[in-house]
């Protein structure tokens, strides 16, 4: 059967996740997808603003989201065990 294991790319965010961890995956003029994860800092105007966490800001313009997510929170960075502390 011919697309029976096609994936099916589902939007399913709208500006009432403004604050949430999100992932976005865009299709950029070269056909390729990319994707962006972060906070979603705002959606106006056809035009999404998301935060990495390295701090950058992502803007995806609406038109060109095929597909997007609310996911987790980032997990806190794993502490390491002291050297004098027994692993």
Do not use: N
């Not at 697309?3 to 009432?16: C, K």
């Not at 609406?62 to 609310?70: L, P, R």
């Amino acid at each position: 059967m011919p697309g029976r294991f096609a994936a099916r790319l589902v939007v399913s965010i709208s500006g009432a996740d403004v604050g949430q961890r999100v992932s976005l995956r865009r299709r950029l003029p070269t056909g390729e997808y990319s994707d962006v994860v972060g906070v979603l800092e705002s959606w106006a105007d056809g035009l999404l603003t998301v935060r990495r966490r390295t701090g950058e800001l992502v803007e995806v313009p609406e038109a060109i989201v095929v597909a997007g997510k609310v996911v987790p929170p980032q997990p806190p960075p794993r502490r390491r065990p002291r050297r004098d502390e027994p692993s």
